[in-house]
């Protein structure tokens, strides 16, 4: 599992106190905790408060990459504080996000290819969030081709299926579970798949269980990557026993710590 | 219609691991080996690098084996009766690069000597040999917590590799290993679980993985080597997955486990060919080191390498 670390995001009180004050130690202190619990990559997004974004986040990258060369999550819905932030970028990045919208594909493909960087694609447009399956694997191949046709290697794009609320969208959960596995049909190499897995207990009273209970079975439908909170050590562990169960990882004794610290 | 030869990409690779010390490096070895380093599958040449072949071992026991094969002992001859002839014999008259020798001496159903001749011994060999040495215990837990530590200090500085670490023995051997500038052996018996555990038991004690050899205990020709192969290829592809825990390289025993084999008794060509076949189905399943009995089935094998690495 490539796992993307949530904490740096301004909509938390302390990342966005530190941002403010621009307090690096606070920023990179959360930046170390993911990694020693076993992050991948760490998402970074300046908040709604943030008043000055297109300065925020570069200080934030520049802050992060200070103290480790992990793959960086770039969160706006906006493109000019995307952009910001890929130029401040030394490490490999990932742009999150783009719509299945076509006036924002055009100006944010070509952004990834020039800086190189991967790609999430929400299977969501400005018509609004989808319905049913259907309706996700058309917007997902909305996407696919508009990689295909401007040459963005589709290995490198992360297709988010939009995941609701349970107590939202109950009805819709096991269609997006099945949208995880067919993704993968629509192309040949196939895309990733990726999910904000905090959407998925908004507004509950068991946030962490329903968290971890979604993970394991996305894992069997076959999820590749998370943008999660890599400190709940119940998340975690689930996460490592599901793909154990996939035969992702050879099982021994301490199999728990053997997948942290790799 | 261009085809277009599919070209399997791997994360990761095997931890490169050099046994022997040269007099500039602190030992006294006239030449020194590398092995593991590859980062694709064992002999795909067109889908990675593979610096270093896999590496013949002679074995070599520290007293005359009682119960070898007829055809073996007619083979090394009296060399057999004195282990420094015998290893000599080896660099010498076979051009062994590479000598694994083992202390069944000591063991108290075989022997029994004490426990402070090892370090003499091992002293007395490097002294005798310049090629790398591998050295393994008599297989008794309290005696090889006695006499490996002996023997790592002797050969301070030589960088051996020496075994073997078990799941349940370990500890001494690691402590002894690490504070010598050694490589370790780490046994399981054919069971991948198991040598994952241990390594990760290994390198917590602070020894890199990148000084670990794996020994997954092998099966000879009918005697379960199919599953020796399994286990060997299902740690490799984890390893070249991104596994670091198992990116080690393997040394097999294959003449040990091939001379045990009641065909490789039948005639004299028998053993030989059983011996010869056993290592060369390990090279395909991703040995590094094959420790072979005899002079005649290593010849063989060097040949066959010759002709994989060409």
Redesign the interface.
């Known amino acids: 599992m490539f796992i993307i670390g949530e904490l740096i995001n301004g909509m938390y009180p302390v990342i966005a106190k530190a941002i403010i004050d621009k307090d690096k130690a606070v920023i990179q202190q959360y930046a170390l905790k993911q990694v020693a619990c076993g992050a991948s990559a760490l998402d970074i997004n300046c908040g709604p408060a943030s008043r000055q974004p297109l300065i925020d986040m570069p200080w934030l990258i520049e802050t992060v990459q200070d103290v480790t060369n992990l793959t960086l999550c770039l969160d706006s819905s906006k493109i000019s504080v995307i952009e910001a932030g890929l130029k401040a970028a030394k490490n490999k990045t990932i742009i999150n996000s783009t719509t299945a919208d076509k006036d924002k594909l055009n100006i944010i493909i070509p952004l990834a290819l020039k800086y190189n960087s991967s790609l999430i694609g929400l299977a969501m447009s400005a018509k609004g969030i989808p319905q049913n399956k259907d309706q996700r694997l058309e917007l997902a191949a909305e996407i696919i081709t508009a990689c295909l046709e401007s040459g963005f290697p589709v290995e490198n794009l992360y297709l988010d299926p939009i995941l609701m609320p349970v107590n939202v969208a109950q009805a819709q959960l096991k269609d997006i579970l099945e949208s995880i596995h067919e993704f993968k049909f629509i192309s040949q190499p196939s895309p990733k798949t990726v999910v904000g897995l905090s959407n998925i207990s908004q507004g509950t009273n068991s946030r962490n269980l329903i968290n971890r209970s979604f993970l394991t079975m996305a894992i069997a439908y076959g999820l590749d990557s998370a943008i999660l909170d890599p400190l709940d050590n119940q998340l975690l562990d689930a996460l490592i026993t599901a793909e154990l169960i996939m035969n992702k990882?050879?099982?021994?004794?301490?199999y728990l710590?053997?997948y942290r610290k790799? | 219609m261009v085809e277009h030869p599919l070209i399997e990409k791997w994360a990761s690779q095997i931890a490169s691991i050099t046994l022997g010390a040269c007099k500039s490096e602190g030992g006294s070895r006239s030449k020194i080996l590398n092995i593991g380093g590859q980062n694709t599958l064992p002999l795909l040449f067109k889908e990675g690098k593979i610096p270093n072949p896999p590496r013949i071992a002679f074995e070599v026991w520290d007293q005359a084996p009682g119960d070898w094969p007829v055809e073996l002992v007619n083979a090394l001859g009296k060399n057999i009766l004195d282990p420094f002839k015998w290893a000599e014999y080896c660099v010498k008259e076979c051009q062994a690069e590479l000598l694994c020798v083992k202390l069944v001496s000591f063991h108290p159903d075989y022997g029994n000597k004490q426990p402070e001749l090892a370090g003499k011994f091992i002293k007395d060999l490097l002294k005798r040999v310049e090629v790398p040495l591998i050295i393994i215990g008599c297989g008794d837990h309290a005696v090889d917590n006695s006499i490996l530590p002996i023997v790592s200090e002797a050969a301070k500085g030589e960088r051996c590799l020496i075994g073997s670490a078990l799941q349940d023995n370990y500890k001494t051997l690691v402590a002894s290993v690490l504070a010598d500038g050694h490589s370790i052996v780490a046994e399981s018996p054919i069971d991948?679980?198991?040598a994952?555990?241990l390594n990760?038991l290994i390198s917590d004690m602070g020894l890199s993985l990148e000084r670990i050899v794996i020994n997954p205990t092998i099966g000879a020709l009918g005697y379960g080597l199919e599953y020796a192969y399994s286990i060997m290829e299902?740690?490799r592809l984890?390893a070249l997955s991104?596994?670091?825990?198992?990116a080690c390289p393997f040394i097999c025993f294959a003449g040990q486990e091939a001379w045990r084999a009641n065909e490789a008794k039948l005639s004299p060509q028998h053993g030989i060919i059983w011996e010869t076949i056993t290592a060369s189905a390990l090279i395909q399943a991703g040995a590094d080191i094959l420790v072979i009995r005899h002079p005649s089935a290593a010849e063989k094998l060097n040949k066959h390498i010759k002709n994989l690495f060409s």
Do not use: E, F, P
């Open positions: 990882n050879i099982y021994c004794a301490s710590d053997a790799k | 991948v679980n198991i994952k555990q990760i299902r740690a984890a991104g596994d670091k825990t198992l």
